[in-house]
């Protein structure tokens, strides 16, 4: 939906300041078009229509994109950062269970600073592996669709 400007006339043809004025409502309804494709890209890709989104070469180098899709925090393959996840959640578990099941006062067989600081600094450690094997698993997914229905 292109926005039509039109150019009242003034007693005297040369105004500077409407000249001014003119040129600010030329880039403002640029930028007005600009943000309304911005937006409609958006909403696209909200709605999950990707195939909608041809770029250009052009407006790549324009916007600085390469293509490069790179989403996923840590570049290993999927299963690898969910088996260390699982492998980091279950030690961490237990070595929490080794220090709070101990009642009769004897310690940890590795020491009690060592299984707390596994409990600690585990735990959130599997989560995050978690959490990319999750996203890396996405993009593997979208890839392998895209070469299934490309026919590779």
Sequence with gaps: MPIVLTASSSEDENDPAADDAYDLAVASSKAL?????????????IEGDPF????????????GNDGS??????????PVLLSASMVLGF???????????????????IGVIPALLITVLGF???LYLLYAAVKKGAVET??????????K
């Design 52 to 63: 909608s989104l041809k770029e250009t070469k052009e407006e790549n180098e324009k916007t």
């Design 33 to 45: 078009e600009d943000e309304m494709r911005r937006r409609e890209e958006i909403r696209k890709r």
């Design 142 to 151: 979208e890839e392998d669709d895209a070469k299934f229905l490309s026919g």
């Design 124 to 126: 959130p450690a599997s």
């Design 69 to 78: 899709r790179n989403s996923y925090p840590i570049d290993l393959p999927s």
């Design 91 to 109: 030690s961490s578990s237990g070595s929490l269970l080794d220090v709070v099941s101990r009642t009769d006062g004897s310690s940890p067989a």
